[in-house]
């Protein structure tokens, strides 16, 4: 188990003084990050093997968003690997160790030259310690596309998105906090989003245009990434608050 502690900055925060999904999403990602480079295979290691770690899904739930300079524990562990598949978990906890917000993630470790997955060295089995998987309520990992027409549905097509040189991480692909980024800019204003579930499907690279599918049933909102030929980049789920969740919940 790795962990860290940190402060909530202010441009961490959303308008009203809490920490944003988008900035929670990016603490488990450094998370994850910081452990690799800790055991000795992180980004360096990697880009001598030509590979990298490429998220597949995620799963974050939200108990409490904190406040601009509360003190908080990051932690991440790997809870099983198979094959080039990692699976992961992370949590964010505050100063009295009550759970903030708790994920799963699925990556796969792929080789950079040629698109396809790479099977991870002894040094990198090594390195990882596998240990008890999290506690928690474990969604599907594919995500339903409500159809257009589709009964109780609230079924739109935006304005396409362009990938931008921000957008791109130091494997020249669309970060997976970037897709996020994106998909949220189409929930409307004064939601809560208590848990984001994301298939990511295939990568997408500077100057890919990205097609918007978003539907909305019942406090459910799907947005769909998509290229020219209707394939999704990345399937994104949002589950709004319907009443408030107790500052004091604990797990």
């Not at 002894?122 to 409500?146: D, G, H, T």
């Not at 947005?223 to 604990?250: H, I, M, Q």
Request: charged share 25%; proline share 5%; hydrophobic share 35%.
């Amino acid at each position: 188990m790795y962990e860290f502690t940190g402060k909530i900055r202010y441009s961490e925060t959303d308008s009203e003084g809490r920490l944003s999904l988008e900035s929670l999403l990016d603490y488990f990602q450094d998370c994850s990050t910081f452990q690799s480079e800790s055991l000795g295979v992180g980004l360096e290691y990697l880009k001598e093997k030509h590979q990298a770690w490429v998220l597949s899904s995620w799963q974050i739930v939200v108990r409490r968003y904190p406040g601009l300079c509360e003190q908080v524990v990051v932690g991440t562990f790997p809870y099983d690997l198979k094959g080039f598949l990692g699976f992961r978990n992370f949590y964010m906890k505050d100063s009295e160790g009550k759970f903030l917000a708790y994920a799963n993630s699925l990556w796969a470790l792929v080789d950079m030259r040629t698109g396809k997955p790479a099977m991870p060295s002894e040094r990198i089995l090594k390195a990882y310690v596998v240990e008890p998987r999290f506690e928690m309520e474990y969604a599907p990992r594919k995500i339903r596309i409500p159809a257009e027409g589709e009964d109780g549905v609230n079924f739109s097509r935006p304005e396409d998105l362009l990938v931008r040189p921000y957008h791109l991480d130091t494997n020249h692909h669309v970060n997976n906090g970037q897709f996020i980024r994106m998909a949220m800019s189409f929930l409307p204003e004064g939601f809560t989003v208590t848990q984001l579930r994301a298939e990511y499907k295939k990568q997408a690279f500077l100057n890919d245009v990205l097609k918007p599918c978003v539907a909305e049933s019942d406090g459910i909102f799907v947005v769909s990434l998509r290229d020219g030929e209707d394939k999704p980049y990345v399937n994104v789920e949002f589950t709004v608050e319907k009443e408030s969740v107790s500052a004091d919940a604990d797990i």
